[in-house]
Structure formats: C-alpha cells, structure tokens
C-alpha cells in the first residue's frame, strides 16, 4: 500500500495573502430566541440533508470554571444561516430535536467540546456529525485545519474572524449584529467546505468528532 502523503497546513502568513472570502450578510441570517422562531427555523432545516454546524459559549477566565454553555447553536445550509440563542425553554427543545436528528449531517470543526456541552445543556446526544478535520486528515492533512485554513486550501480565499466577536458575552440576551455575523458565517463556512468536500471526494457520513 502506497502510503498517504503529508500535506501541509496553510500558515497565517500565508492566508492572509489570500483575497478575502466573501462574508454571509445579515440579509441571509436569522436570529431565533423563542419556540415559534425555532419551528419555523427547523422546518426550513429539514428541506436540507447537511447543515453546516458550531455553538458558541460565554468565555471564562478562571482557571476552575466551569461553563455553563453553549449559549448560542449555529446551523447553516449554504443559502443562509440560523443563529440560535438558547435563554427560551422552547427554543431549547426545537434545537435539541434538530442536533439529535438522525437524518441530518451536522458538519463544522473540532466539534467534540460542542457536543459534550450540548450532552450537558440539552441532554441529546448529537447525532450524525461530521468533524471537517477529520475529513482532511484522510486527504493527508497532518494538522487540525480549522475553518480559515479550510477555506483557504478549497476556495483560495481568506476567512475573516473576529477575535472580539469570538471572546465576546454570548449568554447575553441582546446579540451585537458582530457576534450574529461572526456566528453564522462559522457555520455558513463549515456547510459551504462539506459541500465542497462532498463534489470532490466520498466524504464520512457522520459521528467522526
């Protein structure tokens, strides 16, 4: 057997070279917070076999702190994005029937903390998810690649992610429409490499993270 050959990880450098990739708008972005939202959300959802998928948490910052997130779940077709906060019971329960759903590839990266944290905020196990990096280190990639590394080896393009938006207050009941961006397109990101990855490759079903 032939072995698989090494492929090198793009460096920051590197990506920062690249032109920009080109940002899902708030035009294509629904913020859900209530039951009502969260139905209609999921049967839009479920029209599409592959979502592309992340949470995001509120930071901590002491060296024994637990968190009590996710306080936010991102799912994604590559038409638009629905961000998800999670204060309402309601809303809640929509999105841990849409995580435990057999018949719906959840796909984003380094997803194994997510779902250990939806185990403890929702009580479902989530089902059918993919981890992109696995996918890539069947191709040979030795390194996590992360979104911004993704994106830049498929699309030669340079993913935009705010450092602010990313360390921001997530439990907060009044979203910035910078951290509604920032959700979304992480998510939007991850669907738009699944599919890609799908066009040229057999790509893992599912429940790789």
């Not at 990506?15 to 990739?21: E, M, R, T």
């Not at 708030?26 to 049967?43: C, F, K």
């Not at 994604?76 to 629905?82: G, I, L």
């Not at 979304?184 to 990855?197: K, P, R, S, T």
């Given at each position: 057997?032939?072995?698989?050959?090494?492929?090198?990880?793009p460096?920051?450098?590197e990506?920062?070279?690249?032109?920009?990739?080109p940002?899902?708008g708030?035009?294509?972005?629904?913020?859900?917070?209530?039951?009502?939202?969260?139905?209609?959300?999921?049967?839009a959802?479920?029209?599409?076999?592959?979502?592309?998928?992340?949470?995001?948490s509120?930071?901590?910052?002491?060296?024994?702190?637990?968190?009590?997130?996710?306080?936010?779940?991102?799912l994604?077709?590559?038409?638009?994005?629905?961000v998800?906060?999670?204060?309402?019971?309601?809303c809640?329960?929509?999105v841990?029937?849409?995580?435990?759903?057999?018949?719906?590839?959840?796909?984003?990266?380094?997803?194994?903390?997510?779902?250990?944290?939806?185990?403890?905020?929702?009580g479902?196990?989530a089902?059918k998810?993919?981890?992109?990096?696995h996918?890539?280190?069947?191709?040979?990639?030795?390194?996590?690649m992360?979104?911004?590394?993704?994106?830049a080896?498929?699309?030669?393009?340079?993913?935009?992610?705010?450092?602010?938006?990313?360390?921001?207050?997530w439990a907060?009941?009044?979203?910035?429409?910078?951290q509604?961006?920032?959700a979304?397109?992480?998510?939007?990101?991850?669907?738009?490499?699944?599919?890609?990855?799908m066009?040229?490759?057999?790509?893992?079903?599912?429940?790789?993270?």
């Open positions: 057997m032939t072995p698989r050959p090494h492929l090198p990880t460096n920051k450098d990506i920062a070279s690249l032109p920009a990739f940002l899902l708030l035009d294509r972005i629904t913020l859900v917070n209530n039951a009502q939202g969260a139905r209609e959300a999921a049967a959802l479920r029209d599409h076999p592959h979502w592309g998928f992340d949470t995001e509120r930071p901590t910052f002491l060296k024994d702190q637990v968190s009590d997130g996710p306080h936010v779940v991102q994604a077709t590559s038409d638009r994005a629905w998800f906060q999670l204060h309402d019971p309601g809640r329960d929509v841990a029937q849409l995580l435990g759903h057999e018949g719906h590839t959840k796909a984003g990266f380094g997803l194994r903390d997510d779902r250990q944290r939806i185990m403890a905020k929702l479902v196990s089902a998810v993919l981890d992109l990096n996918v890539f280190r069947e191709k040979g990639y030795r390194k996590d992360g979104v911004k590394a993704a994106v080896v498929l699309f030669g393009q340079r993913f935009a992610k705010s450092k602010k938006a990313a360390t921001s207050n907060a009941r009044q979203l910035s429409d910078g509604i961006l920032y979304a397109n992480d998510a939007w990101a991850a669907a738009l490499v699944h599919q890609a990855l066009a040229n490759t057999s790509t893992p079903a599912g429940d790789s993270a």
